[in-house]
């Protein structure tokens, strides 16, 4: 079955260390894929998105993330966190082959200690 | 520019009632998206609207779930009647249009607890 997998469910950081959240999915074919984020108390907003062109694409509050093709992987990134990013972040997939339906993966709840 | 809004914010109610829940979209966003959220687990898309029509209602459970987008602006989804799983965050998003890269803006989403 078509998928969106994010093997770290939660992850614990210190501030300053730096940041890798996995996400793969199943899809063949075209796909867009964007990282959402969700600030306690807050509403999920969007972080950062890919549909072509550089497989490296930056996003919002020093975030990156690279989209490879050969792993259907699109890995979440960012070198020195920070307190304010503890969030829960979520990978989501477009698949055009799945028609124009937003698959979310289950998402990983980030803390980062002071 | 005001976001997505949706009300209530919190509902308990008890296993067989009904419950309704409304989503007002950002203004002039054409297409509506109601997600379903179990606590531990992502989103899960309901049913999406492009003006009045609907453009997929493929995973809403359609015995007890439905949805209307009368006049392509404001929404509401009810469940008639519930089911204890389904207990959890029921989320409105809407973006412009819909060709797979629009941003989707997400509503606070209503918790709905089914006892």
């Known amino acids: 079955a078509q998928s969106v997998s994010q093997h770290n469910h939660h992850v614990i950081l210190s501030e300053a260390a730096s940041l890798e959240l996995g996400c793969n999915y199943s899809y063949g074919g075209t796909v867009n894929l964007f990282w959402y984020v969700q600030y306690p108390g807050q509403h999920l907003q969007l972080l950062l998105k890919?549909?072509?062109?550089?497989?490296l694409v930056k996003g919002i509050k020093g975030f990156e993330a690279e989209f490879i093709k050969s792993k259907f992987s699109f890995n979440l990134r960012k070198p020195s966190v920070q307190w304010s990013d503890t969030a829960e972040y979520f990978c989501?997939?477009?698949?055009?082959?799945?028609?124009?339906?937003?698959?979310f993966g289950g998402g990983t709840r980030l803390m980062v200690k002071p | 520019e005001a976001g997505v809004a949706q009300s209530p914010r919190y509902k308990i109610i008890e296993k067989r009632q009904s419950v309704a829940f409304w989503c007002n979209p950002i203004?002039?966003?054409?297409?509506l998206y109601w997600y379903q959220q179990i606590l531990g687990q992502g989103p899960k898309l309901l049913i999406q609207?492009?003006?009045?029509?609907?453009?997929?209602d493929s995973q809403l459970p359609k015995d007890r779930f439905s949805a209307e987008r009368l006049k392509g602006v404001d929404s509401t989804l009810k469940i008639q009647p519930a089911k204890l799983e389904d207990s959890a965050v029921y989320l409105c998003?809407?973006?412009?249009?819909?060709?797979?890269?629009?941003?989707?803006?997400f509503g606070p989403g209503t918790r709905l607890l089914v006892l």
């Open positions: 890919y549909f072509s062109g550089d497989p």
């Open positions: 609207f492009q003006n009045n029509g609907v453009v997929d």
């Open positions: 998003a809407s973006s412009q249009i819909n060709t797979g890269e629009e941003t989707q803006y």
């Open positions: 989501a997939v477009i698949s055009f082959n799945a028609g124009n339906m937003l698959t």
């Open positions: 203004s002039g966003h054409a297409t």
